[in-house]
């Protein structure tokens, strides 16, 4: 996690230094996990009531829902035109995106940073109890280490271990046996580049707002909130995305590439 915080007086803060609220049963207690899980609680909540309030004649705010859902169920469906697969990963997709895109926009309110409590690690003694959860690499490599058990899931579902492990560990030809090794290289690669992809985007945009708060505070922040508002949903659906052409990449055999 990287702290960058601007108080009066003391100029631009940037470190690689953690907050660190406390402790439980020898666990660190750290905004983003707070932030996270009340994201995670919120997005339950939510979707608790609107299941509750389905109902067979639809309101025009269920037409709606059930239209943009069909709409992404389509082309999940389209991508990775296997039915069972669609059906099996689309939840996932879906809650993928949510998540993400939630948790960035949760992260530009402005009680966000500001609220929290004196002591624990935070710089001049302040911690945050909330903090944007991308600007953690714990977050994205989390997101990443799930997305890669279900690409790797999928994979062995639709082909069988055998098949599926044939991809990289190929010795019927020397041409055969690099390709297996690039294959199982960029397999793993994907942890890295899920996870700094993203977190790079949301740091970037939250140092841009905190260097224009400190130069220009009434003016510029205003277009930069709107551009990081998009960016914060574009960055989900990108993630959702990676994940799904993944998982149809996975399910797909060797010979068929």
């Not at 505070?217 to 959702?240: H, K, R, S």
Request: charged share 10%.
């Amino acid at each position: 996690m990287v702290e960058y915080t601007c108080m009066k007086g003391e100029g631009l803060h940037v470190s690689i230094a953690p907050y660190h609220i406390g402790e439980l049963w020898g666990l660190p207690i750290t905004p983003t996990l707070l932030t996270t899980s009340f994201v995670a609680v919120l997005l339950v909540t939510a979707a608790f009531f609107i299941g509750r309030n389905i109902k067979i004649v639809p309101g025009k705010g269920q037409v709606a829902v059930e239209g943009v859902l069909y709409g992404v169920y389509g082309y999940v469906l389209s991508v990775l035109e296997d039915e069972k697969l669609a059906k099996r990963f689309f939840p996932l997709i879906v809650t993928i995106f949510l998540y993400i895109a939630i948790a960035n926009l949760f992260g530009l309110l402005p009680f966000v940073g500001s609220i929290g409590v004196h002591g624990g690690t935070g710089h001049g003694g302040f911690t945050p109890l909330f903090y944007p959860p991308s600007s953690d690499l714990n977050f994205p490599l989390a997101l990443a280490f799930v997305a890669f058990l279900a690409i790797e899931f999928a994979g062995i579902a639709a082909l069988g271990f055998l098949k599926y492990a044939h991809k990289f560990v190929n010795f019927s030809s020397v041409i055969g046996f690099v390709v297996g090794i690039i294959e199982l290289i960029s397999e793993v690669a994907r942890l890295v580049t899920f996870s700094f992809r993203l977190f790079g985007n949301i740091f970037a945009g939250k140092v841009l707002l905190l260097v224009a708060l400190y130069f220009i505070p009434f003016l510029l922040p205003v277009p930069l909130v709107l551009y990081e508002t998009l960016v914060g949903i574009i960055q989900g659906a990108i993630f959702a995305l990676l994940t799904l052409f993944f998982i149809k990449i996975a399910a797909t055999p060797h010979e068929a590439h």
